[in-house]
């Protein structure tokens, strides 16, 4: 062997080392450093953007959308789609509606985050054990539950009775200056944050959307963890469709399909942030502050609903796009 | 010592063809046992019987001397037998220490960093493993994946551990931090099966060695009976009949390929021509470099040096470049890399050549499928059913449908990798025939391949590649089977034919 060591050279792989520090750098904190200057030029073009009741504006709007997204975070991470997460809202918010006169309130918002969570069942068993593709699976649901939704409503809203006052306190209610529902999201999102970063589903979720074969030879019930990825989506867009509920005092029969397209820009530009590459809830929570903040802001300024649509695509577009070119890989030959 | 795997009487057929024709043959606790022989002598199927991708057709696995089954390969894993094989299998965005202890963190819900890293440090330095352990494995070379993937069987306390070629992508001082981590898991009671075509790291490292032959066990050697002669004399197959085709030498004068100092990170710079009607045949321990120019005349890696084609330059960047230059690259892995497996047979075959069937960029269905009937017939595709998806039909005949593929575009030159590796005994002469008939048309034909046999039925020149360098280059008539196989497993060359 002695001789013939000087021969052949192994390959070595170009990464991050390679890149330039200044590169490293954007790749971290490019995203946040869009979102910074963003805000700021708000700040400068409006005298009532970069104020605390705003912010708390921006904060409240963006509850439902954030746990939507959040939930979302966990399937895109497990290596799949959930396009029922949207609809999921409106089912969970009709659910506790119809149930609070007869069972009182704890039953139904336990009701309705119950039966959200059986609906993530039903779509993670669909794609695993059922092999139907997370696509195609989500979708369906996405189309029985909005049939569902109309056979339970009539077409009608379902009013919350005005002396459900605990009830009206989650969506209404204030401590101080904060809203409680803004509250209950930083609760959910530190919740979600440590058992996505410190517990074994998220690592194992992670693993499994990595790389599905290796996280099966470790020994990792593969399915099992894709299961618990869809039940959390929807379990985080149950406790968005309690929240909508409590908020508008009614559930609306329609309506929560709207999400779906926010959550996903809000995963994708999420991933991006930090240089992570992949989908976590911190990137995702800072993705829907992002969409909500330009909503706000341009509606400040005096820009039309039409200019904010054109500018958050370009974001997402740019910022997608630049973190794939600064992460290149050799081939590229997958286009979901 | 004792036997820990022992296996009695393992036979398995594919649709009647006896690939493994009762194999016997024990693994003792502790030892690192040899696995050799030529292609096709059973070797794959005898590992994938062990790690539970196929069952056997009959015959018992017994593991400390109790009959066990393994269908699945989730019972070999529960058996404590794992294997690695070339691809690792690793999570790119996690750290090493995160892929080494992955599915074995303790504990209930809650996972502790500090608690992972410290074990699979410890995992490290018991193995001898010397790697940042907060590296992400997508930042990793090749080698060391597969070191990671060695750390990741350690912690799953397997019991055997079966590496197929594990030094194909390695170099050189690569390959001794290998081995040094083989030796540790020999000393934990580990025992290794270590598949290799390389005689010399065989003799390095294993304590037995088991040739196999033909679906049979022919000989098991202890360390010190491992020799060259010895080891050729099991392999080389003497009672099947050689199969009564050859290229009689059909080379023109006219030089095709022409290559001038082509190289690549692990191919050093080679020169060689091949000639209109020319089948040059390439063989060499797997990794040694032969993929290197199956890659560079395909446009799929980066390469240095020039490459002509009757006379004209030309920059290979894209395997569309390969296509417009004239090059025909029959891959290995067919069901990857060269078919629609959904597609039928008649789409399959026409697909490369729609620019040329197609009228006013209008596809013609009657032309299509003309085309497509005109291949069936001329490579004897059986079924003859064009509308069949391709995936529906056996390897040989998957196999033609990919040659098929290119006979419309008149390739100036052919490449074949593994021409016949998962192709049914049956067909094995109608492909070399259709190989010999493309040159005899004038193509310069290039065929890669770990087969003596196959070497000697199709080639009129043979090279035989070590170490990035071509080590031998002679003609036909100069090789016998067991000088070519010598030359093969040791990078020696033959005092008789140099």
């Known amino acids: 062997m002695a001789g013939e060591a000087s021969t052949v050279s192994a390959p070595v792989k170009t990464g991050a080392a390679s890149t330039g520090l200044a590169m490293r750098l954007l790749r971290r904190w490019g995203t946040i450093l869009v979102i910074v200057i963003v805000g700021l030029l708000f700040a400068k073009l409006s005298p009532y953007f970069a104020s605390v009741s705003n912010f708390n504006n921006i904060l409240f709007s963006m509850i439902v959308s954030a746990l939507v997204s959040m939930g979302l975070t966990f399937v895109v991470a497990a290596g799949s789609f959930d396009l029922s997460v949207g609809v999921v809202v409106t089912t969970a918010s009709i659910v506790t509606a119809l149930l609070i006169p007869d069972i009182g309130v704890a039953g139904a918002i336990i009701g309705g985050i119950v039966t959200a969570c059986v609906i993530g069942l039903i779509n993670g068993l669909l794609v695993t ?12 649901m996405m189309f029985v539950l909005d049939g569902i939704n109309q056979f339970l409503t009539n077409g009608y809203q379902v009013p919350v009775d005005y002396s459900e006052t605990a009830f009206m306190y989650i969506g209404q209610g204030r401590v101080g200056p904060i809203a409680f529902p803004v509250i209950i999201l930083a609760v959910v999102f530190i919740i979600g944050h440590i058992v996505s ?30 299961i618990v990825a869809f039940v959390m989506s929807s379990l985080f867009a149950g406790i968005g469709g309690v929240i909508l509920t409590s908020i508008s005092s009614s559930a609306q029969p329609v309506g929560g399909e709207g999400y779906l397209l926010e959550a996903f820009a809000a995963v994708f530009l999420g991933a991006t942030i930090l240089g992570k590459g992949k989908p976590h809830l911190l990137g995702t929570l800072l993705g829907v502050f992002f969409l909500y903040m330009v909503s706000s802001g341009m509606n400040m300024v005096g820009f039309s609903f039409a200019a904010r649509q054109l500018f958050n695509g370009l974001v997402l577009i ?11 890989e050799e081939i590229h030959l997958k286009f979901i | 010592m004792t036997a820990l795997i022992e296996l009695r009487d393992l036979r398995k057929d594919f649709s ?85 202890v992955l599915g074995n963190e303790g ?19 018991q193995i001898g493993l010397d790697l940042d352990p907060d590296r992400r494995a997508s930042t990793l070379t090749a080698a060391e994946m597969q070191m990671v993937t060695l750390a990741t069987l350690f912690h799953r306390r397997y019991k055997m551990i079966i590496l197929d070629e594990p030094t194909a992508r390695l170099s050189a001082p690569e390959t001794k931090m290998l081995f040094g981590l083989i030796a540790r898991f020999r000393e934990q009671g580990i025992t290794i099966v270590y598949i ?14 088991t040739i196999l032959r033909d679906g049979m066990v022919s000989g098991t050697l202890e360390r010190d009976e491992i020799d060259e002669d010895v080891v ?44 209109a009607g020319e089948i040059l045949g390439i063989t060499g321990p797997l990794g040694a470099g032969m993929e290197q120019i199956e890659r560079s ?43 629609f497996p959904n597609l039928s047979l008649a789409e399959n075959v026409s697909l490369p050549a729609l620019g040329d069937l197609a009228r006013l960029g209008l596809i013609s269905n009657r032309s299509a499928s003309s085309y497509a009937a005109s291949v069936i017939e001329r490579l004897g595709i059986y079924p003859d059913a064009p509308e069949r998806p391709i995936r529906y039909f056996s390897g040989g005949n998957q196999q033609k449908a990919v040659i098929g593929k290119w006979l419309k575009r008149d390739a100036r030159v052919y490449i074949f990798v593994e021409p016949t590796s998962g192709v049914d005994v049956g067909a094995i002469r109608q492909i070399y025939e259709i190989i010999l008939g493309l040159a005899a048309a004038g193509a310069a034909v290039i065929v890669i391949s770990t087969s003596v046999k196959e070497l000697l039925a199709l080639s009129e020149t043979i090279a035989v590649i070590h170490h990035g360098a071509i080590s031998a280059i002679l003609p036909r008539e100069n090789c016998t089977r067991d000088s070519l196989l010598a030359m093969t497993i040791s990078a020696a060359v033959p005092a008789a034919v140099t």
């Open chain 1, 318 to 328: 740019l910022a997608v796009g630049a973190n794939a070119l600064l992460n290149r």
């Open chain 2, 232 to 275: 050729t004399q099991l392999m080389v197959n003497r009672s099947s009949a050689e199969l009564d085709i050859g290229n009689a030498g059909m080379a023109r004068e006219a030089v095709v390929l022409q290559l001038t100092g082509l190289a690549t990170d692990r191919l050093r710079p080679l020169t060689l021509s091949v000639r």
């Open chain 2, 196 to 209: 290799s075509h390389r005689l010399n790291e065989v003799k390095e490292l294993c304590d037995r060695a």
């Open chain 1, 197 to 226: 970063t410190r517990s074994k589903i998220g690592h194992y979720i992670g693993a499994v959307g990595d790389n599905p074969m290796a996280a099966y030879y470790s020994g990792i019930v593969v399915y099992r963890w894709v």
């Open chain 2, 16 to 100: 009647g063809v006896h690939v493994l024709k009762g194999i016997s043959l024990s693994f003792r606790a502790g030892e690192i046992h040899g696995l050799l022989g030529e292609n096709g002598a059973g070797k794959s199927t005898l590992i994938k019987i062990l790690t539970g991708v196929y069952a056997p057709s009959s015959g018992e696995i017994l593991m400390d001397g109790k009959p066990v089954t393994i269908h699945r390969p989730i019972d070999a894993h529960r058996a404590g037998l794992g294997a690695v094989y070339q691809d690792s299998e690793l999570a790119g965005s996690f750290t090493v220490a995160e892929n080494i």
């Open chain 1, 129 to 140: 054990y059922a092999r139907l593709s997370g696509i195609v699976s989500t979708l369906g």
């Open chain 2, 297 to 339: 005349l395909g446009g799929l890696g980066a390469y240095t040096g020039n490459i002509t084609i009757d006379g004209l330059p030309h920059k290979l960047h894209s395997p569309s470049d390969a296509r417009r230059a004239g090059i025909a690259l029959i891959p290995e892995d067919r069901r990857k890399q060269a078919l």
């Open chain 2, 107 to 125: 504990g209930r819900l809650w996972i502790n960093r500090k608690k992972i890293r410290r074990d699979a440090v410890d995992i490290m330095h």
